[in-house]
């Protein structure tokens, strides 16, 4: 009761007294490296279930520091997954955020933020919610790697569709584009690209995003009806107005 007392203190104080819908149930998944956040709604066991995979988080301070947290301070994914009124919802968090213990170190928020060691516990966590039911992943910023890594790099997930808001799908063309260190610890969705691009799959990419710059999600996809840019959203805010569609996607 003490630690839920104590993720409830840090999550509302990160969210902007966001509200958590009463039939959201936190727990805890353990993995082999890590213990992964998440909150569930699961009404029908034997359903679809829709997961919707956190960002990087605060990575790095004002300063361009390595964060000593990587809790994410937005709101996006929360706000989207609480408002979805399908039967099965699970907000899943990145290992190292609200939750600190296992393996984690600073890497595992900057350069090796999609190591294989992540990858895993993502995919656990998936495996452990859903077991061999459909899954719908929702990936936002580098939540999208993650959705795609799971689907491709790993086996067993039945994965139905893949939907990214704003997603990081070639962190090595990104961190380019930005000139700043490549993410030289971490698996490259990249490397499985035509796997991925097999999968049922939608993109949603902010028009003023200056984080992750639409064309960089249309090359990587290169289709272009697989691609929506979203006018005036940039990386982090104005996704508001496509919330229902993103939600509606099955």
């Given at each position: 009761?003490?630690?839920?007392?104590?993720?409830?203190?840090?999550?509302?104080?990160?969210?902007?007294?966001?509200?958590?819908?009463?039939?959201?149930?936190?727990?805890?998944?353990?993995?082999?490296?890590?213990?992964?956040?998440?909150?569930?709604?699961?009404?029908?066991?034997?359903?679809?279930?829709?997961?919707?995979?956190?960002?990087?988080?605060?990575?790095?301070?004002?300063?361009?520091?390595?964060?000593?947290?990587?809790?994410?301070?937005?709101?996006?994914?929360?706000?989207?997954?609480?408002?979805?009124?399908?039967?099965?919802?699970?907000?899943?968090?990145?290992?190292?955020?609200?939750?600190?213990?296992?393996?984690?170190?600073?890497?595992?928020?900057?350069?090796?933020?999609?190591?294989?060691?992540?990858?895993?516990?993502?995919?656990?966590?998936?495996?452990?919610?859903?077991?061999?039911?459909?899954?719908?992943?929702?990936?936002f910023s580098g939540g999208a790697q993650v959705a795609g890594l799971i689907s491709t790099a790993k086996s067993g997930l039945q994965v139905k569709?893949?939907?990214?808001?704003?997603?990081?799908?070639?962190?090595?063309?990104?961190?380019?584009?930005?000139?700043?260190?490549?993410?030289?610890?971490?698996?490259?969705?990249e490397n499985y690209r035509q796997q991925f691009l097999q999968i049922p799959q939608h993109h949603y990419a902010g028009e003023n995003d200056e984080v992750?710059?639409?064309?960089?999600?249309?090359?990587?996809?290169?289709?272009?009806?697989?691609?929506?840019?979203?006018?005036?959203?940039?990386?982090?805010?104005?996704?508001?107005?496509?919330?229902?569609?993103?939600?509606?996607?099955?």
């Amino acid at each position: 009761m003490k630690k839920l007392s104590i993720f409830l203190f840090f999550l509302l104080c990160g969210c902007q007294n966001l509200a958590i819908p009463p039939d959201f149930v936190y727990k805890e998944i353990h993995t082999g490296n890590f213990t992964l956040a998440s909150w569930q709604k699961i009404r029908n066991p034997q359903g679809i279930y829709k997961i919707y995979i956190e960002g990087d988080g605060y990575a790095f301070n004002a300063r361009g520091l390595p964060s000593a947290d990587p809790t994410p301070h937005g709101t996006l994914v929360r706000e989207l997954a609480f408002g979805d009124n399908q039967d099965n919802v699970v907000y899943l968090a990145r290992p190292c955020q609200y939750l600190k213990g296992g393996i984690c170190s600073t890497r595992h928020w900057t350069t090796a933020r999609f190591a294989p060691e992540i990858i895993n516990a993502e995919y656990e966590a998936v495996r452990q919610i859903a077991g061999n039911h459909p899954v719908i992943l929702i990936g936002f910023s580098g939540g999208a790697q993650v959705a795609g890594l799971i689907s491709t790099a790993k086996s067993g997930l039945q994965v139905k569709k893949i939907i990214t808001v704003g997603g990081n799908l070639d962190h090595t063309r990104w961190t380019t584009y930005h000139k700043v260190l490549p993410l030289n610890e971490s698996m490259d969705l990249e490397n499985y690209r035509q796997q991925f691009l097999q999968i049922p799959q939608h993109h949603y990419a902010g028009e003023n995003d200056e984080v992750m710059p639409p064309h960089l999600i249309e090359d990587f996809v290169q289709n272009p009806a697989l691609v929506t840019r979203v006018p005036e959203a940039g990386h982090n805010s104005g996704w508001e107005k496509i919330y229902s569609k993103i939600r509606a996607e099955k």
